[in-house]
Antibody, heavy 121, light 109 residues
């Protein structure tokens, strides 16, 4: 059974750093892209970027480039999303999701349960 | 960037009724690039449809997807209590760029 298990909720102050995780199981983690999706309070879904754990090839949405860093450790089947200096506007739920491919397109076939990040002074 | 507009914003129906959810793209897209997801509070999002009309693993056949060009539809033939949720359509472009619609909330009438 494919599973993505994310790290727990975080409460941080502005300016602090943070790294959240997404651990995959039930499939060959190295062989599938992982995407990160943000959902701000009461809002819809917004794709942030994707990483290929096999070689750590990373693609960022332009609006998130330089704001976050995605990484992966294929030896422990875990992907990461990190911030060096959080802002209050980073408060959101963050989801990781596996990407599958069919007929020329990718789609998110399995999702983590989400990690709630709250940034408040 | 393709913009996806979902309608209606909220749909109020009763169990047993038929639900029709719309997703309109700002320009013509390949049907293979369109997916639908279900979101329920406290649960992981679930892939329902990919390639506009292919059901994902384990999705009941009361869910169906259709459409082409700019207009796509998710239909739930007979609503079950567990179907009341928020539904999102999503487009893939090869940059890559993944865009979501703003969602349709399906609520119990």
């Amino acid at each position: 059974e494919v599973q993505l298990v994310q790290s727990g909720a975080e409460v941080k102050k502005p300016g602090e750093s943070l790294k959240i995780s997404c651990k995959g199981s039930g499939y060959r983690f190295s062989n599938y892209w992982i995407g990160w999706v943000r959902q701000m309070p009461g809002k819809g879904l917004e794709w942030m970027g994707t990483i290929y754990p096999g070689d750590s090839d990373t693609r960022y949405r332009s609006s998130f480039q330089g704001q976050v860093t995605m990484s992966a450790d294929k030896s422990i089947s875990t992907a990461y999303l990190q911030w060096s200096s959080l802002k209050a506007s980073d408060t959101a739920m963050f989801y990781c999701a596996r990407l599958d491919y069919s007929r020329g397109a990718y789609y998110f076939d399995y999702w983590g349960q989400g990690t709630l990040v709250t940034v408040s002074s | 960037e393709i913009v996806l507009t979902q309608s209606p914003g909220t749909l109020s129906l009763s169990p047993g009724e038929r639900a029709t959810l719309s997703c309109r793209a700002s320009q013509s897209i390949s049907s293979s690039s369109l997916a639908w997801y279900q979101q329920k509070p406290g649960q992981a999002l679930r892939l329902l449809m990919y390639g506009a009309s292919s059901r994902a693993t384990g999705i009941p056949d009361r869910f169906s997807g259709s459409g082409s060009g700019t207009d796509f539809t998710l239909t739930i033939s007979r609503l079950e209590p567990e179907d009341f949720a928020v539904y999102y359509c999503q487009h893939y472009a090869s940059s890559p760029l993944y865009t979501f619609g703003q969602g349709t909330k399906l609520e119990i009438k």
